[in-house]
Structure formats: structure tokens, C-alpha cells
């Protein structure tokens, strides 16, 4: 196990850039064109909103803590960087991404209780048949090549916590910034700990309440200014205060300052700012029957789920 990230096989193999990531998938879909036009599916966030709903079900079925339940979401993501997904079953996937997930966290469960407790959720497409988790638990470790170690951003938001003082409501809303952030493509994108600064911000500039963030993301006025305070610092100056009327200044000010001073890509953080806000936005237009019909097309039609 590597002892920090950058000497780790996540920023070592499985960190890409955007070009990477969508040559990768594009390569994935040409082996097969006609495969991928005979089964449209919905926008890949879309899809990932159902899949981390998903996960979340069936983890607090078996009450496992969060941090499972992230490594999980990378596991499914990153196997789908290497295999295409309508070539799997997802339901077949996301339980064993589970099952290993939990293992690697040192929360272990039971092949039988999660085969179990997957097939109460998903009986059109999980047989009670322990061998086929097991089977794809060798092609997960398979193609992720054993790389299982997950670093996460939870660890980084709670050593930054205490230097911008943040308060407990804070800390909880960027938390659900990262929760959300497995949604996106920003884990194979970025490194953890700008994805816990980027919640940070977002958490000390939107400050709605956890149940009202994904409407208050959308605010054009409070995401321009917020834009605006991280660009101002890529050229290690404050934004003036009259740019930041609607914000919280002394505590925004001191974030910009102090990734103005360090060593911390601010233009990452502006990406990533900007991507989740993207993913609030594309939310609005989920549709949780349309993502399982969409799946349940291709995995009954190509005899997946036996």
C-alpha cells in the first residue's frame, strides 16, 4: 500500500486527463459500434446518479459506512474504462464492486448476505448464485490490475477544516460535495485533495442546506463570483471586495489567499467547481425509470442476467 497519493497506483494508472478519458471510452464503443447504437443509454452522469443510488440502497441495507460505498463508485468506474458496458450486466457489477469495495475498506460482508440482499433489490437480474459474484470479482481485480488501494478526499477535508474554521454545517455540506463529486469523472480526473478543496469552497460560497444544494448550485450570480475568486488567485491576487458582495468575505478571502500562496492547482479547482455545478444542473433531468429500462434493454435482450 503505497503511504500517500502521489506515490499511489490511483495517481500512477488511474489518473487521466479529460482528452485520455474520452479516447479511452470512444475506443471502448468503436470495437462495437453497432452494439452501442442498438442500445442507446442515458448521458453518462445520468447514468451514474442511478448507479450511485443504487449502491447507496443497497449499502444502507447492510448499514456499511460511506467511505465503502465511495471505493465502490471508483471501482465501477474505473472497470468501465476497461470493459464497455453493455457487455455486463451493471447490477451484477455494482454488488460485486460492493462486495470488494467492503472488503478493501475492512468492512467485510458475506458473498451471501450481499448476493442476498442483491437479489431483494434487483430480482430481474441477479440469480441466486454466489459463484457469478465471485467470478466477477476476478475480472474487477483483473482489470483494475490489482490496483485496489483508494485514496479519497474525506481525509483532506478534515485536516483543512479546522485551518479555515469552518463550522459544522459547512463541513457537513462538503461532505456531500464529495459524495456527489462520484458522480462525475472528477475522480479519474483530479487528485483527492482538490476535490476536498473544491468542496470546501463550494460549501463556504453556496451555503444552502444539504436538502436545497443542488438548487442553490444553480445560482448563475453566486457561481460567477465564486469562478471569479478562484481565477483572481491563479495570479496570486485577492479578488476585490466589490466582486464578492453576496459571499461570505473573511472566510472566502482567506481560502482564495491561501490557494493564491500554496502550491494547489487553482485551475483544477476552477475545473472542478465548474464540473459539479454541471452535474446539478444535468440532475434536474434524472429519470430513474428511464435508466433502468435503458440498462434492462440490453442485459435481458443479450441473455446477461443468467
Not at 463570483?225 to 453576496?246: E, H, I, K
Request: net charge neutral; glycine share 2%.
Amino acid at each position: 500500500m503505497a503511504a500517500n497519493y502521489w506515490a499511489s497506483s490511483q495517481r500512477l494508472h488511474w489518473q487521466f486527463s479529460a482528452q485520455q478519458l474520452s479516447d479511452i471510452r470512444k475506443s471502448l464503443e468503436d470495437e462495437d459500434p453497432s452494439l452501442v447504437q442498438q442500445y442507446a443509454l442515458p448521458e453518462r452522469r445520468l447514468l451514474s446518479i442511478y448507479f450511485n443510488q443504487q449502491i447507496g440502497k443497497l449499502g444502507r441495507r447492510m448499514v456499511v459506512r460511506q467511505q465503502a460505498l465511495a471505493t465502490a463508485q471508483i471501482y465501477v468506474r474505473r472497470f468501465y474504462t476497461k470493459v464497455e458496458i453493455r457487455r455486463t450486466n451493471p447490477y451484477l457489477v455494482l454488488a460485486t464492486a460492493f462486495y470488494l469495495a467492503c472488503k478493501m475498506e475492512e468492512c467485510p460482508q458475506h458473498i451471501r448476505l450481499v448476493v442476498g440482499e442483491a437479489r431483494n433489490m434487483w430480482p430481474e437480474f441477479i440469480i441466486s448464485d454466489t459463484s457469478k459474484v465471485g467470478e466477477c470479482e476476478f475480472s474487477l481485480i483483473s482489470e483494475m490490475n490489482s490496483h485496489l488501494i483508494v485514496h479519497q478526499p474525506y481525509r483532506s477535508l478534515f485536516d483543512l477544516q479546522n485551518s479555515f474554521s469552518m463550522t459544522t454545517e459547512e463541513t457537513t455540506l462538503a461532505w456531500s460535495v464529495i459524495n456527489d463529486h462520484y458522480l462525475t469523472d472528477l475522480p479519474l480526473l483530479h487528485p483527492p485533495h482538490v476535490i476536498a478543496i473544491t468542496a470546501i469552497f463550494l460549501a463556504v460560497v453556496l451555503k444552502p442546506t444539504p436538502a436545497s444544494l443542488h438548487t442553490a448550485a444553480t445560482s448563475a450570480a453566486t457561481v460567477a463570483s465564486a469562478a471569479q475568486a478562484l481565477t483572481s488567485s491563479v495570479n496570486g491576487a485577492l479578488p476585490a471586495a466589490n466582486n464578492l458582495t453576496t459571499l461570505p468575505q473573511t472566510k472566502v478571502q482567506k481560502i482564495v489567499s491561501w490557494l493564491a500562496q500554496g502550491e494547489v492547482d487553482v485551475e483544477a479547482v476552477v475545473d472542478c467547481t465548474q464540473d459539479i455545478i454541471s452535474l446539478y444542473e444535468v440532475w434536474e433531468q434524472y429519470n430513474e425509470k428511464v435508466c433502468k429500462e435503458q440498462i434492462a434493454r440490453f442485459v435481458k435482450a443479450r441473455g446477461l442476467d443468467k
